[in-house]
């Protein structure tokens, strides 16, 4: 079963991909301030998650809902692609729930991070909000290799 999950956690993410691909993505210039965003990896956020509730940081799922519902980080909480402006507009809206002073990790999953339409428009959108704990999950290829293919604990929309 849980091969079975991966693979088509797998198949989800490389078909995101190939549609990402093909549409535009961020300038491939990036500001200083997001090349030195604070980064957290797959492990560190899964002992992050597994702590005590009160520590726990929020979780941002800021990529496309298929991704989501396939499979995503357990207690995340899907805000929208923020490549589109009804993703940003969800972002806003969930955003406004939560303390700036709060940390907040973002992730995607779609693609290695640096390269994910997503991220990087979250990222901004909640700075230019007043976010002062803003991490984004560190993702070297996609969420399918990087946390499910990895043993990380994994949550389905039921």
Known sequence: ??????????????????VVGTRG???TTLSSEWRDARQISPAELAKK????????????QVGFKVLFDGGHIPGAIFAG??????GLAKLKAVAENIPHNKEVILYCGC???EKCPNVHPA?????????SRLVVLLIPQDFAHDWIGQGFPVAREK
Request: glycine share 4%; charged share 20%.
């Open 1 to 18: 079963m849980r091969k079975k999950f991966a693979f088509s956690a797998l198949a989800v993410a490389s078909t995101v991909a190939a």
């Open 25 to 27: 993505t961020h300038s």
């Open 49 to 60: 998650i597994s702590g005590p509730a009160k520590m726990r940081p929020v979780v941002l």
């Open 81 to 86: 692609p923020a490549s589109t402006a009804e």
């Open 111 to 113: 693609c290695p991070w």
């Open 123 to 131: 990222y901004d959108e909640l700075r230019r909000m007043g976010f």
